[in-house]
């Protein structure tokens, strides 16, 4: 009799051991879904650029890609029609959470905020960048988490020279 | 648009499952300490028993710091891994139950360092999470680690006495400070290998880290001979030198450094050296220098598939159970089941260190996480390996499970930087230029556990039972104790041998003790002898019952069910007349049923008396008249002219052959032995001087009084069975015709006695070997005889026919006339 309840005692406690291993599958699945969901769910802030030149009237172009290519050609997402721009001009990119302004070598050179890029630079809302004669407004959407997420590494950063 | 409330969602659902994790470890563990409260009782099988109740501070303990170690990790780390620390806390609180079963004393110890561990660990909770201060300060950690090991060297201690002093420690606290040197080493390695990227493999940067660690693992290796440690320095060393150049040739080139330190360790070292051997060959010295692996693999094959149960197996037989040998332990009570259980959750704690090292998000903290993960892991398979005897052994110990504050201490500090480093949101993890030393790690650590769960199944499973039935094995005399054993009784059921008492405290008792040599004994350091260790399956009740009923017991108590009686074909009243007319003579009596072959005497002496083999077993076996030998089947003497009846009755008393002796030799049964549930000596070979003994003898004299037919020998008559009551236990040979039935009467007739109803030879030759002279007699009744056909054969080891004469004869007359 002792024996016998002895025995479920040790069924049941192999089975709680495999419960336990069972639930660190579940959550190892629902780690994968959610980071899936979560993956798919997250989206590229949308960058508009409010493009002001004196020889044409002030334009806004709204863009939801990844990338955003400034310049004459007409392959690129951002055209502007001036002889100081070069074809490919300067490339906005997203990447690391952030929008980075990029100089693709052109002629007469980018501008942001009236300093020349030379290496790639993150962008956030009200800067503005200049192209030859075009001024370029920028407005990124959902701003504040990109703040947000912009305050961490400073962090970081400023407890690395401390 | 990011959508910052999912993340959050994300780890709190999280959080929620990790809580059920908690909440399914401490039901575990409530299991295991409530089974271990009543294992006592299962296993006298009796309510009324001592329970144990100490153990239940230990897991109360343990709720305790667990609880506020995971809110505090909830509040400072919410984002970290959700796998890690539950994985942490189950295998912490098995170990603390487990090391508490087995030494109540070491589980309380336990349990405080627990405590001190979870005080600490919750304090460390708030460093900074770029870690930088390990990082910066790493050779100030490194040489402060160095430094307290380097004080071992002068003034260590082992506190469990004799083996290796890699212990500091005063006023009965002990640490080991070899234990957070490993974890130093890896942030060392990470720090220096973070700052020097050596994707070139060139020699000046490599120099001072390579003579860093082989320096201390030498040292190691000299100074405390602790193999283990000086493995896991290198092995430490090669898994950050191939991270951080992502070349092969590290590889190689470390394990070659490794065969060399292990095969100087091997020459130079006594430590190291008996380790090996005992690896390479444990079967050789099982009670000596392979004493602990073997006792190991006993309680790892005790274990079998399901375990014995919380308190139901005896792993406190493996020496330094808690600590070295505490995977043996819970092998032998979780079984191969829970093993497996244990080897899946470090091997999914592996997965997740990997993972915590991919997506780390500098260079330092990918290397610190995987360095520490496979510190983890490869010194749990270590330590496993060696006590499944995959690997020789080495005296680590099993992170988070062992005994030991120093391991709880660094095992949870690891804990801690890998649930730092993976509490990032997430930052783009730092590019990794060739990730495949992450994967090679992993592959090759999962492989090593496949490799150490397949070895277990072997050891438990496969090879079990023939471990078990090891004599060795003190689960047997343990079992004895705790198991009724079959009786042996004479012919009309008359005891010779019983077990008395109650479950737990039963001891064997020998009612006959004149017949020793012949039935033997059965004890816990002597083990078994004669027919209780021939008979030994049917007295242990592992043959003869049940099946089904041996495999319930064998689930319920791993013991085997209660044993079965054995009828002999002793005749107690004749024996005793042979045992008291044989007082201090040397020899032996055989007397059988000359038609069956039944035994009827068979006596020995001198003999020994079984009851008092605590006290005279190991005198015993050094005695010059040895005692403990079955002279009647296990003595050889020359027979000399005793062979004269049998050579007249074959015809061959002028001048015969060779050939045509050995022939009749050959059928008399001289060159093999008997065939019966007993040990008997190997029988001569034609090519060397005839011997024989008296029980060879007495089965050809059968043949002159049956007609020329020599029985097969029978002693074990019949088993008592639950089932079927007495079932015989059939003769092992077959009947031989050794003697032509028509010349025995001429033959016989030379040796007739006066007015008996039967025949008698005596002789005494001289045996060479020995220096003595020796007599053989013989005596049976006479082919007209109408009753039993009876044989009695004596040897004496004197020159004394009288007395040989006097023996047969009362027999004869005590068993012929009604």
Redesign the interface.
């Given at each position: 009799m002792t024996a016998v309840i002895f025995l479920i005692l040790r069924i049941l406690l192999s089975i709680s051991l495999y419960v336990f291993i069972l639930v660190l599958f579940y959550l190892l699945w629902k780690d994968n879904r959610q980071q899936g969901i979560w993956l798919s769910k997250r989206k590229i802030p949308s960058i508009s650029l409010t493009i002001q030149t004196s020889d044409a009237p002030t334009r806004v172009q709204h863009f939801n890609s990844e990338e955003v290519t400034i310049g004459r050609d007409s392959t690129c997402e951002c055209r502007l029609d001036d002889e100081n721009v070069s074809n490919h001009h300067a490339r906005l990119k997203y990447h690391h959470t952030q929008w980075w302004l990029e100089d693709l070598g052109s002629t007469n050179g980018t501008f942001i905020n009236g300093q020349p890029v030379s290496t790639p630079l993150v962008v956030i809302s009200e800067d503005e960048i200049r192209c030859g004669k075009n001024i370029i407004t920028i407005t990124i959407s959902g701003d504040t988490f990109n703040n947000l997420m912009v305050k961490d590494p400073i962090k970081d950063i400023g407890e690395n020279n401390a | 648009?990011?959508?910052?409330s999912?993340?959050s969602t994300?780890t709190s659902?999280?959080n929620k499952?990790?809580y059920?994790?908690l909440q399914?470890?401490a039901?575990?563990l409530f299991?295991?300490a409530?089974?271990l409260t009543?294992?006592p009782?299962?296993r006298?099988?009796?309510?009324q028993t001592e329970y144990l109740w100490g153990h239940w501070i230990g897991l109360l303990l343990w709720v305790v710091v667990i609880t506020i170690a995971f809110n505090q990790l909830q509040k400072y780390l919410p984002d970290s891994d959700?796998?890690i620390f539950?994985?942490a806390a189950?295998l912490s609180g098995w170990g603390i139950l487990t090391v508490w079963r087995l030494v109540p004393a070491f589980g309380l110890r336990q349990t405080l360092w627990l405590l001190v561990v979870g005080i600490l660990f919750i304090f460390c909770l708030r460093l900074?999470g770029?870690l930088?201060f390990l990082r910066r300060y790493k050779y100030i950690w490194l040489a402060s680690g160095l430094l307290v090991t380097m004080l071992t060297f002068l003034f260590g201690v082992n506190p469990m006495g004799g083996g290796p002093r890699l212990w500091l420690g005063c006023c009965g606290i002990y640490f080991q400070p070899s234990e957070p040197l490993k974890l130093l080493l890896v942030i060392y390695l990470a720090a220096y290998f973070a700052d020097r990227i050596p994707l070139k493999l060139s020699i000046l940067p490599m120099f001072i880290p390579t003579m860093l660690v082989t320096g201390v693992a030498l040292s190691i290796l000299i100074f405390q001979q602790d193999l283990g440690t000086a493995s896991i320095f290198i092995f430490l060393y090669t898994v950050h030198l191939y991270m951080a150049s992502g070349r092969k040739r590290v590889l190689i080139i470390s394990l070659v450094g490794l065969g060399i330190s292990a095969i100087l360790g091997y020459f130079l070292f006594d430590v190291v050296r008996l380790r090996v051997d005992a690896w390479l060959n444990p079967w050789i010295d099982p009670s000596g220098r392979s004493y602990q692996i073997v006792q190991s693999l006993l309680a790892i094959a005790n274990g079998g598939l399901?375990?014995r149960?919380?308190g139901?197996g005896s792993p406190g037989l493996v020496p330094v159970a808690i600590s070295d040998f505490i995977y043996s332990s819970i092998s032998e009570e979780?079984?191969l089941?829970?093993s497996i259980?244990l080897l899946?959750?470090l091997g999914?704690f592996l997965a997740r260190g990997i993972r915590i090292a991919l997506h780390a998000t500098d260079r330092f903290r990918r290397y610190l996480a995987a360095g520490l993960t496979s510190f983890l892991i490869a010194q749990s398979i270590l330590i496993i390996a060696g006590n499944l005897r995959a690997l020789p052994l080495t005296g680590v110990t099993l992170p988070f499970v062992s005994y030991g504050g120093s391991s709880l201490l660094t095992s949870f500090i690891a804990l801690l930087l890998l649930l730092i480093i993976s509490n990032e949101?997430?930052?783009?993890p730092f590019p990794i230029p060739k990730p495949q030393p992450y994967f090679f790690l992993g592959y090759f650590l999962a492989i090593e556990l496949m490799v150490v769960s397949l070895a277990t199944g072997w050891w438990s499973v496969w090879r079990g039972p023939e471990l078990l039935s090891r004599t060795d094995n003190a689960r047997r005399s343990i079992s004895d104790r705790y198991v009724k054993r079959g009786s042996i009784l004479a012919r009309q059921d008359q005891p010779i041998t019983i077990t008395e008492g109650s479950s737990g405290n039963y001891i064997r008792t020998y009612l006959y003790p004149e017949l020793s040599p012949i039935t033997g004994y059965t004890h816990n350091i002597y083990g078994q002898a004669a027919l209780e260790f021939s008979l030994d399956d049917y007295l242990r009740g592992i043959q003869g019952n049940n099946s089904a009923l041996i495999w319930w017991d064998h689930?319920?108590?791993g013991q085997p069910p209660p044993g079965l009686d054995v009828r002999l074909s002793i005749n107690l009243e004749l024996q005793r007349q042979a045992d008291e007319l044989m007082t201090d003579h040397k020899g032996a009596v055989v007397m059988l049923n000359a038609a069956s072959g039944e035994i009827l005497v068979m006596s020995s002496h001198p003999n020994y008396d079984p009851n008092l083999l605590d006290e005279t077993g190991s005198s015993l076996a050094q005695d010059a008249e040895r005692p403990l030998i079955n002279r009647a089947a296990q003595g050889l003497y020359p027979p000399g002219d005793a062979l004269k009846p049998f050579l007249i009755a074959a015809g061959l008393t002028e001048n015969p052959t060779k050939d045509t002796q050995l022939n009749l030799y050959q059928v008399l049964g001289f060159y093999t032995s008997p065939d019966l549930r007993l040990p008997v000596a190997p029988a001569a070979h034609p090519t060397e001087d005839l011997r024989i003994s008296p029980l060879q003898m007495a089965l050809a004299v059968a043949a002159l009084s049956n007609e020329g037919i020599r029985p097969p020998a029978r002693l074990a008559m019949a088993v008592k069975t639950p089932q079927q009551g007495w079932v015989i236990l059939p003769a092992l040979s077959d009947p031989v015709q050794a003697l032509p039935a028509e010349s025995i009467a001429e033959s016989i007739n030379q040796f007739l006695v006066s007015n008996q109803p039967y025949w008698e030879y005596a002789s005494s030759p001289w045996d060479d070997s020995e220096n003595r002279s020796l007599t053989w007699y013989m005596a049976g009744t006479l082919i007209d005889w109408q009753g039993t056909p009876l044989v009695v054969t004596i040897l004496l080891e004197e020159h004394n026919t009288n007395l040989a004469r006097e023996i047969g004869q009362s027999l004869l007359s005590m068993s012929l006339q009604p």
């Amino acid at each position: 009799m002792t024996a016998v309840i002895f025995l479920i005692l040790r069924i049941l406690l192999s089975i709680s051991l495999y419960v336990f291993i069972l639930v660190l599958f579940y959550l190892l699945w629902k780690d994968n879904r959610q980071q899936g969901i979560w993956l798919s769910k997250r989206k590229i802030p949308s960058i508009s650029l409010t493009i002001q030149t004196s020889d044409a009237p002030t334009r806004v172009q709204h863009f939801n890609s990844e990338e955003v290519t400034i310049g004459r050609d007409s392959t690129c997402e951002c055209r502007l029609d001036d002889e100081n721009v070069s074809n490919h001009h300067a490339r906005l990119k997203y990447h690391h959470t952030q929008w980075w302004l990029e100089d693709l070598g052109s002629t007469n050179g980018t501008f942001i905020n009236g300093q020349p890029v030379s290496t790639p630079l993150v962008v956030i809302s009200e800067d503005e960048i200049r192209c030859g004669k075009n001024i370029i407004t920028i407005t990124i959407s959902g701003d504040t988490f990109n703040n947000l997420m912009v305050k961490d590494p400073i962090k970081d950063i400023g407890e690395n020279n401390a | 648009m990011v959508n910052t409330s999912n993340r959050s969602t994300l780890t709190s659902s999280n959080n929620k499952l990790q809580y059920r994790l908690l909440q399914v470890s401490a039901i575990f563990l409530f299991l295991y300490a409530l089974a271990l409260t009543i294992a006592p009782a299962a296993r006298e099988r009796t309510w009324q028993t001592e329970y144990l109740w100490g153990h239940w501070i230990g897991l109360l303990l343990w709720v305790v710091v667990i609880t506020i170690a995971f809110n505090q990790l909830q509040k400072y780390l919410p984002d970290s891994d959700p796998f890690i620390f539950p994985i942490a806390a189950l295998l912490s609180g098995w170990g603390i139950l487990t090391v508490w079963r087995l030494v109540p004393a070491f589980g309380l110890r336990q349990t405080l360092w627990l405590l001190v561990v979870g005080i600490l660990f919750i304090f460390c909770l708030r460093l900074p999470g770029n870690l930088n201060f390990l990082r910066r300060y790493k050779y100030i950690w490194l040489a402060s680690g160095l430094l307290v090991t380097m004080l071992t060297f002068l003034f260590g201690v082992n506190p469990m006495g004799g083996g290796p002093r890699l212990w500091l420690g005063c006023c009965g606290i002990y640490f080991q400070p070899s234990e957070p040197l490993k974890l130093l080493l890896v942030i060392y390695l990470a720090a220096y290998f973070a700052d020097r990227i050596p994707l070139k493999l060139s020699i000046l940067p490599m120099f001072i880290p390579t003579m860093l660690v082989t320096g201390v693992a030498l040292s190691i290796l000299i100074f405390q001979q602790d193999l283990g440690t000086a493995s896991i320095f290198i092995f430490l060393y090669t898994v950050h030198l191939y991270m951080a150049s992502g070349r092969k040739r590290v590889l190689i080139i470390s394990l070659v450094g490794l065969g060399i330190s292990a095969i100087l360790g091997y020459f130079l070292f006594d430590v190291v050296r008996l380790r090996v051997d005992a690896w390479l060959n444990p079967w050789i010295d099982p009670s000596g220098r392979s004493y602990q692996i073997v006792q190991s693999l006993l309680a790892i094959a005790n274990g079998g598939l399901f375990g014995r149960g919380p308190g139901g197996g005896s792993p406190g037989l493996v020496p330094v159970a808690i600590s070295d040998f505490i995977y043996s332990s819970i092998s032998e009570e979780f079984g191969l089941v829970g093993s497996i259980a244990l080897l899946a959750l470090l091997g999914i704690f592996l997965a997740r260190g990997i993972r915590i090292a991919l997506h780390a998000t500098d260079r330092f903290r990918r290397y610190l996480a995987a360095g520490l993960t496979s510190f983890l892991i490869a010194q749990s398979i270590l330590i496993i390996a060696g006590n499944l005897r995959a690997l020789p052994l080495t005296g680590v110990t099993l992170p988070f499970v062992s005994y030991g504050g120093s391991s709880l201490l660094t095992s949870f500090i690891a804990l801690l930087l890998l649930l730092i480093i993976s509490n990032e949101i997430d930052i783009e993890p730092f590019p990794i230029p060739k990730p495949q030393p992450y994967f090679f790690l992993g592959y090759f650590l999962a492989i090593e556990l496949m490799v150490v769960s397949l070895a277990t199944g072997w050891w438990s499973v496969w090879r079990g039972p023939e471990l078990l039935s090891r004599t060795d094995n003190a689960r047997r005399s343990i079992s004895d104790r705790y198991v009724k054993r079959g009786s042996i009784l004479a012919r009309q059921d008359q005891p010779i041998t019983i077990t008395e008492g109650s479950s737990g405290n039963y001891i064997r008792t020998y009612l006959y003790p004149e017949l020793s040599p012949i039935t033997g004994y059965t004890h816990n350091i002597y083990g078994q002898a004669a027919l209780e260790f021939s008979l030994d399956d049917y007295l242990r009740g592992i043959q003869g019952n049940n099946s089904a009923l041996i495999w319930w017991d064998h689930l319920l108590y791993g013991q085997p069910p209660p044993g079965l009686d054995v009828r002999l074909s002793i005749n107690l009243e004749l024996q005793r007349q042979a045992d008291e007319l044989m007082t201090d003579h040397k020899g032996a009596v055989v007397m059988l049923n000359a038609a069956s072959g039944e035994i009827l005497v068979m006596s020995s002496h001198p003999n020994y008396d079984p009851n008092l083999l605590d006290e005279t077993g190991s005198s015993l076996a050094q005695d010059a008249e040895r005692p403990l030998i079955n002279r009647a089947a296990q003595g050889l003497y020359p027979p000399g002219d005793a062979l004269k009846p049998f050579l007249i009755a074959a015809g061959l008393t002028e001048n015969p052959t060779k050939d045509t002796q050995l022939n009749l030799y050959q059928v008399l049964g001289f060159y093999t032995s008997p065939d019966l549930r007993l040990p008997v000596a190997p029988a001569a070979h034609p090519t060397e001087d005839l011997r024989i003994s008296p029980l060879q003898m007495a089965l050809a004299v059968a043949a002159l009084s049956n007609e020329g037919i020599r029985p097969p020998a029978r002693l074990a008559m019949a088993v008592k069975t639950p089932q079927q009551g007495w079932v015989i236990l059939p003769a092992l040979s077959d009947p031989v015709q050794a003697l032509p039935a028509e010349s025995i009467a001429e033959s016989i007739n030379q040796f007739l006695v006066s007015n008996q109803p039967y025949w008698e030879y005596a002789s005494s030759p001289w045996d060479d070997s020995e220096n003595r002279s020796l007599t053989w007699y013989m005596a049976g009744t006479l082919i007209d005889w109408q009753g039993t056909p009876l044989v009695v054969t004596i040897l004496l080891e004197e020159h004394n026919t009288n007395l040989a004469r006097e023996i047969g004869q009362s027999l004869l007359s005590m068993s012929l006339q009604p």
